[in-house]
């Protein structure tokens, strides 16, 4: 398994803001992530420093090369998975392998797709779910559903296994963006990837039924939503941290609850532009990395 002293999730101005403050400090650094939405030929206008604007590409360019001069890793990878690790630290799944980490920056934005089933809501808590890892455990031995149409569905929907055989990959009517490697587990597990949208849920006291599309209705005990790829929330529930709607709670210092993992940026939600971003990636950055020398001190 690969190591690394901080690892962060995201390649955005708080990810890369994060990666220079920890590589400059002599930290191992491994960000993963891939071009944010910013990186395009988007003027912009209100970031300190550049009287004559700069496009978002050139920004985050630049941010990149500065964070790999100090040292910093930077991988487009994209993380499926986290959970803590035997002891301390976290293990981070990506498509391409497990990566150990000491210390964790969340820096994955706001990406969250929503699936589009109207009264999904309703039975959020009670059979629908954003994290195997955190309900699974409730399904054991039912009828469970993981929707999504990429590599994340088909990593939850593996993770899965570990509770119950009767499992099914519902696509909302997407292409599969599964690639070859996960197809080929899915099919050894039979698990059928469905390209079928659930338009609603049905069920007196918690989830029963999925209404299709075409007006079909299937038995189903759990809803596992795993739309597109994973998000910053995914990885909050998955270790535990605070999340209050749609963002991470995190204190001035950019500390979760969670010792040892930080959260930055728009999926902190607070206001989101990228100087604040630059700004929380700094304070998460330098949280980390006397995280990591607390652990070097005990000698972890
Ligand atoms: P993001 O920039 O969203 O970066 C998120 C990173 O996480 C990306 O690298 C992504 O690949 C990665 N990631 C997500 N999921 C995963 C995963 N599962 N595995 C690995 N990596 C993952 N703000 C301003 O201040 N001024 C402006 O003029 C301005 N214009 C904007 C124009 C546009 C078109 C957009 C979309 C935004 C604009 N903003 C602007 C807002 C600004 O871009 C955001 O506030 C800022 O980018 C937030 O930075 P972030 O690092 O938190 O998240």
Known sequence: MDKTQCLIIGTGPAGLSAAIYTARAGMDTLA?????????????????????????????????RQAQRFGAKIECERVLDIHHGDGDGFVVKTIRREIKAKAVVIAAGVARIRPGIDNLADYEGKGASYCVSCDGFFFRNKKVIALGEGNYAANQALALTNFTSDIAIYTQGKASAINGDFTAQLEEASIPIINQKIVSLKGENG???AVLENGETIPVDGLFVAMGE?????????LGVTTKGAFIEADYEQKTNIP??????????????????????????????SHVKKGMKKGE
């Open 32 to 64: 993963l992530g891939c071009e944010p939405k910013v990186a395009g030929d988007y003027d912009i206008d209100n970031y300190f420093g550049f009287p004559e604007t700069i496009t978002g590409k050139e920004l985050i360019d630049r941010g990149l």
């Open 207 to 209: 989830l029963e039924a």
């Open 230 to 238: 994973a998000s910053a929330l995914d990885f909050a529930k998955s």
């Open 260 to 289: 040892g993992v930080f959260a930055a940026g728009d999926c902190v939600g607070r206001f989101l532009q990228i100087s604040v971003a630059v700004g929380e990636g700094a304070k998460a950055g330098r949280a980390a990395i």
